[in-house]
Each structure stands twice: as structure tokens, then as C-alpha cells.
């Protein structure tokens, strides 16, 4: 079975795993809606609403699974190959010599290059491992986040103590996630132009650029985003339990 096989056979799986799982919640979440309406339950949501929110909760569980796959796969392609490409190296290049025969342009050069590298270190490997690693394991806490959401939705109990906390966790998760990933691809790519060889003959005009770093910080405002989503349900969370005392 090559690779490209065992890939749409293991998403398959995963799809039809994901969708029982969703019907199973949807069918035990209406017979518990049967019962609140005897009276012995507190009241859940509607047929049209539980089947949505199962199948959201269904889409956090898939991500969860293709998430966990990802983060492997990863490392052990990058830590089995015999070599590794690397993108988006930082260079200055000169002038194209391809638009020579062009009037439009006046100015051009090459900003990035990919680099294939054979027996690339494992510190370098680990950092390119991280770059794509950080990102999925934002996915997985979102992906969790969201298919617990759902069951506390389906269970009549949105607002729990805990909740807000996980949402807590998302948002640092985001923070963390978004920078390191970014610092990570930095580094492994200022390691990789040093690996190459001398940087007298490596980097330079015209050469690779030996370090670059530009922050996006869009990572943080998602998170402080988040981070305010979990302040609304903490505050949800508390009128939850005094509307019960009340009761």
C-alpha cells in the first residue's frame, strides 16, 4: 500500500468513524429530549438543533483525529527522510535574467528560495517539525474545545466551572502556538543556510540571507479574542448558578 492509498484510506475511516459517532450522540441526546419532556430531565435542544450541533461536535472530532494524525506523520517523515526540503529561505537575489527581454518590469530579485538538503541535523529537523507541529496543535485544542462545547450543549449544561478554563487554555495555546511557530521556522532555516557550508561563500548579495525574522502577530489577537469568549461564559457560568438557586 503506498502512501497516497493509506492516506484516502485512513481519511475514509475517519469519516465514516466520525459520522457514527455523530448519529449515535444525535439518537441518545433525542431520546433524552423524549424524556425531558416526562418531566424527569431538564429540557435539551430540538430535533433541527440537535442534529446540527451533533454534527459540529462530529467536525471537532474529525479534527481531533486528522489533527493527531498530522502531528505524527510529520515527525516521522522528517525524521526518516534522507532528506529534507526546505522552503522559504531568505535570499537576495539579483535581477532575473529571464526578464532581460522584457521593457515592463524595473526592478525584480528573489526574496526565497527551497533548498533540498541531505542529511540535514536532527536539532535542524526538529525545529522544521515544530514549525507545522505548533499550528496542528492549535487545531487539536480548537478541535477539542469545540467537541466539547458541543456535548455540553447536547447535555443541557453549556456553562460548566470548566469550560471557560479550556477556553483559557485555547487562547494561551493560540498565543504560544502562532509565535513559536514562527520562531521555530526562523531558526531551523538560519540552521539550515549554516549547514550549507561557509558563509563568506553561502550568504551575502546575491546569496542566502543567514537570519530573518518577521513576527506576525496575528496570533495574538486571535488569543486575547478567545481569551474574551471565555471571560463571557465564565460570567454565563455564574448566571447559570445563581438562575438555579433561584429555581
Known amino acids: 500500500m503506498n502512501d497516497v492509498t493509506f492516506v484516502n484510506t485512513f481519511l475514509v475511516v475517519v469519516a465514516v468513524l466520525t459520522a457514527a459517532g455523530a448519529t449515535a450522540v444525535a439518537i441518545w441526546s433525542m ?27 462530529a467536525g471537532g472530532l474529525m479534527g481531533i483525529a486528522l489533527s493527531v494524525y498530522g502531528l505524527i506523520a510529520s515527525g516521522i517523515f522528517l525524521a526518516t527522510s534522507p532528506s529534507v526540503r526546505v522552503t ?7 535581477y532575473p535574467a529571464v526578464l532581460v527581454a522584457s521593457d ?18 536532527g536539532s535542524t529537523r526538529m525545529l ?3 514549525e507545522t507541529a505548533l499550528p496542528a496543535v492549535t487545531g ?18 453549556p456553562f460548566t466551572r470548566s469550560f471557560p478554563n479550556a477556553l483559557g487554555v485555547v487562547a494561551i495555546v493560540v498565543i504560544g502556538s502562532g509565535l513559536g511557530s514562527q520562531i521555530a521556522g526562523s531558526t531551523a532555516r538560519a540552521e539550515t543556510v549554516a549547514f550549507l557550508g561557509d558563509p563568506r561563500d553561502i550568504t551575502g548579495p546575491g546569496g542566502f540571507v543567514a537570519s530573518s525574522l518577521a513576527l506576525d502577530l496575528g496570533p495574538v489577537g486571535w488569543g486575547l479574542g478567545i481569551a474574551l469568549v471565555a471571560a463571557a461564559f465564565s460570567i454565563g457560568t455564574r448566571l447559570q448558578r445563581e438562575n438555579r438557586r433561584l429555581v
Open 31 to 57: 431520546r433524552r429530549s423524549l424524556r425531558s419532556d416526562t418531566g424527569t430531565e431538564r429540557p435539551t435542544l430540538g430535533r433541527a438543533e440537535t442534529w446540527a450541533v451533533s454534527l459540529v461536535g
Open 140 to 157: 487539536l485544542v480548537i478541535a477539542v474545545a469545540i467537541a466539547w462545547l458541543a456535548m455540553a450543549l447536547l447535555r443541557g449544561t
Open 88 to 94: 522559504d529561505v531568505p535570499m537576495s537575489g539579483d
Open 128 to 130: 522544521l517539525w515544530l
Open 104 to 121: 515592463a518590469p524595473v526592478d525584480a530579485g528573489y526574496e526565497s528560495a527551497w533548498i533540498e538538503v541531505a542529511n540535514l541535523p
